[in-house]
């Protein structure tokens, strides 16, 4: 008996000193969600979503008001009754009810595969079904990892831009996170602005055929030493931690911040050569103003990452103009392309 309970004991113990993975799966109404990275595409379009996929045994659950107001699709929630109804045109509509399978598509019973799912407030639907209720076609990119309803995107070739045989590897961090929000102006949240561009440079560098990983996807606290040390354990060719600035509300730009040891260069790319190219890129992209490439020994994730890794500050929250551009998603997404466009430049320099 007292076997029994000692080795009870020790199996409780393992259960909660194991380490919590940053991307781990999670419970949500009922039914257990694992995250997912697969870019999404409507109509030959790829669409930037509030929040990144999920999935429940294979079927692809994404954010129902983003993916298909793309469609004509709109999308209304009953908060007191846990009810989404999707409407096309005048006629075509869905009900579906959070963690249940059972939906009605224009009156009639239909049974889903997956249930729709809140997610911090956020309605998750099942894609296939609801895009095949509503007449589309949804295909599967595996090479991309890429879902898209009814045409396929135009993805961009890596013919002539790097090398085609090497497998890259890209580690990209959003800042802060969770309890913790960084910067907060004006109602908003630098860890929100972090994540969003962060989402977006993933799907791009994913396009580009590039292997991403992600320090975090939603908004949870991820600690310093396991941002970078996700980096080093998949051994990375790069990190770019994406962050956003605060200080005197006369102060506005960009600025990219790097550890000055030698000892992170790989193959032909040092640490200050990689921040000086994402810091053109955005300097260049966004017409900001430029603040410099700095020197940075103390910082934690840049100091103990194995490989070439910057900090990215896109902008000032304190300021109220550059904070007018952060709030709007042609500008987040113009950022993330630049540091797509850095991160190319520089992984082809290394090789």
């Not at 040891?261 to 193959?267: D, F, L, P, R, T």
């Not at 900090?311 to 952060?326: D, F, H, T």
């Amino acid at each position: 008996m007292k076997k029994t309970l000692l080795l009870l004991l020790v199996f409780v113990l393992l259960i909660i000193m194991a380490p919590v993975g940053v991307n781990a799966a999670q419970l949500y109404s009922g039914f257990l969600c694992e995250p997912s990275d697969t870019i999404i595409a409507v109509e030959g379009r790829i669409v930037q979503l509030e929040r990144q996929p999920v999935s429940i045994n294979g079927r692809i659950l994404v954010p129902a008001r983003s993916t298909f107001e793309n469609l004509g699709i709109k999308t209304d929630w009953y908060p007191g009754y846990e009810v989404v109804k999707m409407v096309c045109g005048d006629a075509s509509y869905i009900t579906m009810s959070i963690g249940s399978r059972v939906a009605y598509t224009n009156g009639k019973i239909k049974y889903m595969e997956a249930p729709p799912v809140l997610i911090n407030g956020l309605v998750m639907v099942p894609i296939r079904f609801v895009a095949e209720e509503f007449g589309s076609t949804v295909g599967w990119d595996a090479k991309n990892n890429l879902a898209f309803i009814g045409n396929a995107p135009e993805l961009p070739s890596r013919g002539g831009e790097l090398l085609p045989n090497r497998e890259y590897k890209v580690v990209i961090d959003a800042g802060h996170g969770g309890s913790d929000p960084g910067a907060v102006y004006g109602g908003i949240y630098e860890k929100s602005l972090n994540l969003d561009i962060a989402i977006r440079l993933n799907n791009l560098l994913k396009a580009e055929g590039i292997q991403t990983h992600m320090t975090r996807n939603n908004d949870l606290a991820v600690g310093l030493y396991t941002r970078s040390g996700l980096a080093n354990d998949i051994g990375a060719d790069l990190f770019v931690s994406v962050h956003n600035n605060a200080g005197h509300s006369m102060y506005s730009g960009c600025m990219t911040l790097y550890h000055p040891s030698i000892q992170k260069k790989k193959g032909d790319l040092s640490s200050y050569e990689f921040a000086k190219i994402i810091q053109d890129n955005l300097v260049r992209t966004l017409g900001a103003t430029n603040l410099g490439v700095i020197e940075i020994p103390n910082l934690a994730v840049l100091r103990t990452t194995d490989m070439p890794a910057v900090i990215a500050e896109v902008g000032y929250m304190s300021n109220s103009s550059e904070l007018s551009k952060l709030k709007t998603e042609e500008y987040r997404q113009k950022a993330a392309e630049a540091l797509r466009d850095g991160v190319v430049q520089s992984l082809k320099r290394m090789y």
